[in-house]
């Protein structure tokens, strides 16, 4: 089993950023992709953007493009996602995923609330 904690959450002005983080532990050797998901109240639960082992690929929604960048230090089994120009739209419940391969899915964490004030 692979748990998985986010972190990072919170209340931010529009135009603003926050920093997630999510941190593997347990088995983590079984899992290589990285992922953010988020649920906004009343809409589905859709991909935000996703991580390869190495780093080198990367993959994000057309909604976040340009504002939002995942990376992930495997040292510390931890991925992240720095989210800028935060929009009243990016607000959502924010979901860190993992899994064998891209985009993840296998493991997911509890979720961290983010909310963007206009």
């Known amino acids: 089993q692979v748990q998985l904690v986010e972190s990072g959450g919170g209340l931010v002005q529009a135009g603003g950023s926050l920093r997630l983080s999510c941190a593997a532990s347990?088995?983590?050797?079984?899992?290589?992709?990285m992922g953010w998901f988020r649920q906004a109240p009343g809409k589905e639960r859709e991909f935000v953007a996703s991580?390869?082992?190495?780093?080198?690929?990367?993959f994000y929604a057309e909604s976040v493009k340009g504002r939002f960048t995942i990376s992930r230090d495997n040292a510390v089994s931890t991925v992240y996602l720095q989210m800028n120009s935060l929009k009243s739209e990016d607000t959502a419940v924010y979901y860190c995923?993992?899994?064998?391969?891209?985009?993840?899915?296998?493991?997911w964490g509890q979720g961290t609330q983010v909310t963007v004030s206009s």
């Open positions: 991580i390869s082992w190495s780093g080198r690929r990367t």
């Open positions: 347990g088995r983590t050797f079984s899992v290589s992709a």
């Open positions: 995923a993992a899994g064998l391969e891209l985009p993840p899915g296998d493991y």
